[in-house]
């Protein structure tokens, strides 16, 4: 079993930053592919970006690419989403995963549709402000 605890969301002005990290338990952390996706009122969730065990792949949304940057240190079983130049339409609750599959998998599956993960954090607030 992995516990996943998302925090460091909240208020920003467009244009603004924020780094979110997702806290895991367990000492397999570097086994999972790890993911972030994002639900805004009134929307399905979507993906966001993903990676590898190692850190060495990621993928991003179209919609975030350039701007958003997913990374991972496994020796504190952590993984990071960094924000810059954030927009109202990047407002949502955001939730970092877990998953057993590849990066590639993940990739694939989640981009064009709607995908389960094995596991999932409790969300963070990110709310951006024009």
């Known amino acids: 079993q992995v516990q996943l605890v998302d925090s460091g969301g909240g208020l920003v002005l467009t244009g603004g930053s924020l780094r979110l990290s997702c806290a895991t338990s367990?000492?397999?952390?570097?086994?999972?592919?790890m993911a972030w996706f994002r639900q805004a009122p009134g929307k399905e969730r979507e993906f966001v970006a993903t990676?590898?065990?190692?850190?060495?792949?990621?993928y991003y949304a179209d919609s975030v690419k350039g701007r958003f940057t997913i990374s991972r240190d496994n020796a504190k079983n952590t993984m990071y989403l960094q924000m810059n130049s954030l927009k109202p339409e990047d407002t949502a609750v955001y939730y970092c995963?877990?998953?057993?599959?590849?990066?590639?998998?993940?990739?694939?599956?989640?981009?064009?549709?709607?995908?389960?993960?094995?596991?999932w954090g409790q969300g963070t607030l990110v709310t951006v402000s024009s």
């Open positions: 367990g000492r397999t952390f570097s086994i999972y592919t």
């Open positions: 995963a877990a998953d057993l599959r590849s990066v590639a998998t993940i990739q694939r599956m989640c981009t064009v549709a709607s995908c389960d993960m094995n596991y």
């Open positions: 990676i590898s065990g190692s850190g060495a792949t990621t």
